[in-house]
């Protein structure tokens, strides 16, 4: 079965700095998909960035950039110019590609606070 | 569009009592999905339909727990003989049939169930 783990419960930046959350996961899979979700306070999930694991180049979303390390298993999430909007929970995610239900296996989660 | 919409946003039941939430997905979409997210926590992945055909229903807790889809768009998440523990927020999440790539989830509001 596959894990993932997000081991900072929470993390606070100044606006405008730039702020890196860690996400590492297990799997004997070659092939899946990783993803970043943000899901702002009281407000529904949504997408923020998406990395194919066969792809060696790290995905980039504007300010928003993945640093994917196959062999280690990590995939963070840096967010640059850090904006009040960015203040959420930040959910790292796992899909296999094959044989499964495309379902999404998600880590705890991180909470990003960014003060003006 | 429309996004998904989920109903009722809040359910307070009491203990024993038979509930039943409601997913509405974004129009055309094949795959549905069901999500438990306790407080604090991740979401974790409950069942799977695509079209009419629920393909997994490996998360799904107990068999207090029901999933229906039956005519492929709108789906209902039923559980029986409510337990404390069913306290939590159920998300739906819908997703287009693409030839390729992951298929991006697109997530409701959430129902939040509170047990008493």
């Known amino acids: 079965a596959q894990t993932v783990t997000q081991s900072q419960p929470e993390m606070s930046v100044q606006e405008a700095e730039t702020v890196t959350l860690s996400c590492t996961y297990d799997?004997?899979?070659?092939?899946?998909?990783l993803f970043w979700y943000k899901q702002p306070p009281s407000r529904q999930m949504i997408l923020v960035i998406r990395?194919?694991?066969?792809?060696?180049q790290n995905a980039t979303e504007n300010r928003f950039s993945v640093n994917f390390q196959k062999a280690a298993k990590s995939f963070s999430l840096k967010i640059s110019d850090s904006q009040l909007g960015d203040t959420a929970m930040y959910f790292c995610a796992f899909m296999k590609t094959q044989g499964g239900s495309e379902k999404l296996v998600f880590g705890k989660g991180m909470k990003l606070t960014v003060n003006p | 569009g429309a996004g998904v919409s989920q109903s009722p946003r809040y359910k307070v039941a009491k203990r024993g009592q038979d509930v039943a939430l409601r997913c509405d997905p974004i129009?055309?979409?094949?795959?549905l999905f069901w999500y438990q997210q306790a407080l604090g926590q991740g979401p974790e992945f409950l069942t799977y339909f695509q079209n009419e055909a629920q393909l997994d229903k490996s998360g799904l807790p107990s068999d207090r727990f029901f999933a229906e889809r039956p005519e492929g768009s709108v789906s209902t998440l039923k559980i029986q003989r409510t337990q404390q523990e069913d306290s939590a927020v159920y998300l739906c999440?819908?997703?287009?049939?693409?030839?390729?790539?992951?298929?991006?989830?697109?997530f409701g509001p959430g129902t939040r169930l509170t047990v008493l």
């Open positions: 990395q194919e694991a066969y792809k060696q």
């Open positions: 129009s055309g979409h094949v795959s």
């Open positions: 999440a819908s997703s287009p049939m693409t030839r390729q790539g992951a298929r991006e989830q697109f």
């Open positions: 799997t004997s899979e070659s092939n899946y998909y």
